[in-house]
C-alpha cells in the first residue's frame, strides 16, 4: 500500500488489515464499510451515551475556532445526528448537512435539519460552495484523503475555512493501545480503529502529516490544538452500544477508561482540531 501523504510503501501493522507509514507515520486500513447494510450498534443507547461526549466537544471546538470561521454557509461533513449544526446555527451560522447513512439522515431531518443524504462531494448541489466546511470525526473514515482534500478545496469559498476535528496518533490512549496490541492484547486498539463497525477508520493522522497533506493541496494551517478527548458522562453507554460487547466485558474497559479520563490532564490529548484556509 502507498501512503496517501508522501508516496512511501506502508508496512502492515500490528492489527489485521492496518498499515504504517515508517516515513511520515501515516496510518491507514483496508477495514471493510459496511454502511447502511445492518450494524451491531444499538443506536438508542449509543445516542444516550454519544451526545453529552459530542456537545462538549463541539462547544469547545466552535470556541476556539470563533476567530478563524467567517459567519455564514456552513457544511457539515457527516452530520449524523444533526448536533453540530445545531450549535453552529445557534452561534449565527446557516447549516446544512451532508449524511450517507440513511438513518441518521432520517434522524437529523426529524430534528429540523436541512440534511443532504449521500457522500461528499457527489451528493451536493452543482456549484454549491460554502464559507465553512466542518469534518467532525468523519476525515478519518474517508477513503480517498488526497480525493477529500480537492474536493473541499472545490466547495469552499475562497476566503472559507475548513475545520478537521480527528483523533490522532500523537495521543497517549493510542499509544499505548499500540503498545499493548504489541504484546498481544488487541482489543483496546481494534475499538480506537472501530474494527468491525459499520464505518471503521481508513486512516489514522498524526499533527504533523495532517497539515503535509493539506498543504499539497492548496491549503495553509491557521490553527489547530488539542481538544478533551475522554468525558466520563455517558461513556457506560457508548461502551455499551456495542451489541458484541457483555457486561462482565464492558465493567473492565468502562474501568480503565474512566481511570484514564481522571488522569487526562497528564497525557497527551487523542483529539485535535485543525483549521485550514486556502491559499
Not at 459496511?34 to 443507547?45: A, P
Not at 445516542?47 to 463541539?58: I, M
Not at 474517508?142 to 500523537?170: C, F, H, W, Y
Not at 477508520?201 to 475522554?230: D, Q, W
Request: proline letters at 6%.
Amino acid at each position: 500500500m502507498e501512503c496517501s501523504i508522501c508516496s512511501n510503501q506502508m508496512e502492515p501493522d500490528v492489527l489485521e488489515q492496518t498499515f504504517r507509514c515508517t516515513r511520515c507515520g501515516f496510518f491507514s486500513s483496508t477495514l471493510p464499510v459496511t454502511i447502511n447494510s445492518g450494524s451491531r450498534i444499538d443506536e438508542r443507547v449509543r445516542e444516550q451515551g454519544l451526545k453529552p461526549v459530542r456537545l462538549a466537544n463541539f462547544k469547545e471546538l466552535l470556541d476556539a475556532c470563533s476567530d478563524v470561521a467567517p459567519k455564514g454557509t456552513l457544511l457539515d461533513v457527516g452530520c449524523a445526528h444533526g448536533w453540530f449544526i445545531q450549535a453552529a446555527e445557534a452561534r449565527g451560522y446557516k447549516g446544512v448537512g451532508i449524511e450517507p447513512d440513511s438513518s441518521m439522515a432520517a434522524l437529523s431531518r426529524k430534528a429540523g435539519i436541512h440534511v443532504i443524504e449521500g457522500y461528499f462531494p457527489e451528493a451536493l448541489p452543482d456549484g454549491a460552495r460554502y464559507d465553512v466546511i466542518t469534518f467532525n470525526d468523519v476525515f478519518e473514515h474517508l477513503p480517498d484523503v488526497n480525493k477529500m482534500a480537492q474536493s473541499i478545496r472545490e466547495r469552499l469559498t475562497p476566503s472559507g475555512v475548513v475545520i478537521i476535528n480527528l483523533p490522532v496518533t500523537d495521543g497517549t490512549i493510542f499509544r499505548l493501545s499500540r503498545m499493548a496490541a504489541q504484546l498481544g492484547m488487541k482489543g483496546s486498539l481494534a475499538r480506537m480503529w472501530q474494527q468491525g463497525l459499520p464505518s471503521p477508520h481508513l486512516s489514522y493522522f498524526s499533527t504533523e502529516n495532517l497539515p503535509r497533506l493539506m498543504e499539497r493541496h492548496g491549503f495553509r494551517l491557521v490553527k489547530s490544538g488539542p481538544l478533551t478527548s475522554i468525558i466520563t458522562n455517558g461513556l457506560y453507554e457508548r461502551i455499551r452500544a456495542d451489541r458484541n460487547i457483555s457486561i462482565p466485558k464492558t465493567l473492565p474497559v468502562y474501568a480503565a477508561a474512566r481511570a484514564i479520563a481522571l488522569s487526562s490532564r497528564f497525557f497527551t490529548s487523542d483529539v485535535w482540531y485543525f483549521a485550514f484556509r486556502p491559499i
